[in-house]
């Protein structure tokens, strides 16, 4: 059996294929390893009563997460599956890789992520090259869920919303500056508190204020994120996140303003890269 993860800041997305029947679908919350630690993985894997009947029987997890990009970050994560799954080989890469197999498959072209973060890396059909950008949501993260949730905390906490977005704001997250501050600088997982205000763009679309904060963010991603390789323009650049998903509109107006040639949009890699991933090993399987 083989066990194929998705992993954002705030949610994973799990399947297993099972013997003469539709694969096993679960979800958990996000694993980054740079918000939860080794036990808090395992904690996570143990209270998911679905897939604790074939922990001894899968001999594959191949773990795509966000925060998987440096060799001891990895670690936290694989020595936490291992415990979960103790016969089994682990894997542990980058969410931007597992996205470039969903969307590129064996092809060349740009993968992006825009959920909680973001994120770019061209994908050479065979590797995905590194990047300058993915910096966190501290001092990146354009165009994403958190990067989103700063613009309308701010602008409503300044006074700078407008007033009938403004009410409608308070009324659903009853927030203050003391909240705000206590969720960000003290809690876990700012990021996904701040991206979490992100639904509320989604529920006001057709105002103009929205509308011009969607285009402005993704505007920003494009040009600080996409248009600083220099052949941008020869590939098709790949989207993958639920920001990117639910305002694909907006998003594909802004990069054919800009000259970019968007190809998949995806608001979940996990089946395609399901697919792929289970492909691929049967092919190794019969070399």
């Known amino acids: ?27 958990t919350k996000g694993l980054n390893p740079f918000f939860v630690n080794e036990k808090e993985i395992a904690k996570v894997m143990k209270d998911v009563p679905e897939i604790l009947p074939y922990a001894n029987e899968i001999h594959e997890v191949h773990f795509f997460g966000a925060g998987c990009v440096t060799p001891d970050r990895r670690e936290i994560v694989s020595n936490a599956l291992t415990e979960i799954f ?10 931007l890789l597992g996205s470039a197999y969903a969307t590129c498959g064996n092809d060349k072209g740009y993968v992006c992520t825009l959920g909680t973060g973001s994120d770019i890396g061209f994908f050479d059909g065979e590797y995905l090259k590194t990047s300058v950008h993915g910096i966190g949501y501290v001092l990146g993260d354009e165009g994403s869920g958190a990067w989103f949730g700063k613009q309308l905390i701010t602008s409503f906490l300044y006074g700078n919303m407008p007033k009938d977005l403004s009410d409608k ?3 659903k997250y009853r927030i203050n500056k003391d909240i705000v501050i206590k ?14 205000f992100a639904e509320f763009m989604s529920e ?12 402005n963010g993704f505007d920003e991603f494009i040009r600080t994120n996409v248009m600083t390789y ?15 998903y639910y305002f694909d509109l907006q ?3 802004v990069c054919e303003v800009l000259g970019v040639k968007v190809g ?9 890269l399901f697919n792929f991933v289970i492909d691929r090993e049967t092919q190794v399987l019969h070399t």
């Open 230 to 244: 220099p052949n941008y323009w020869d590939f098709h650049v790949n989207f993958v996140g639920r920001i990117a």
């Open 86 to 95: 103790p016969t089994a080989f682990i894997s542990v890469e980058s969410d």
């Open 204 to 215: 006001h679309i057709l105002h103009p204020y929205i509308d011009r904060l969607v285009r």
């Open 251 to 253: 998003l594909r107006e």
């Open 169 to 171: 704001f308070a009324a």
């Open 264 to 272: 998949t949009i995806l608001e979940s890699p996990i089946d395609k």
């Open 1 to 27: 059996m083989i066990l194929v993860a998705d992993s954002g800041s705030s949610n994973s997305d799990w399947m297993l294929n099972l013997p003469d029947s539709k694969p096993l679908s679960f979800r």
């Open 183 to 196: 969720n960000v600088y003290q809690k876990d997982r700012p990021n996904a508190y701040l991206a979490s």
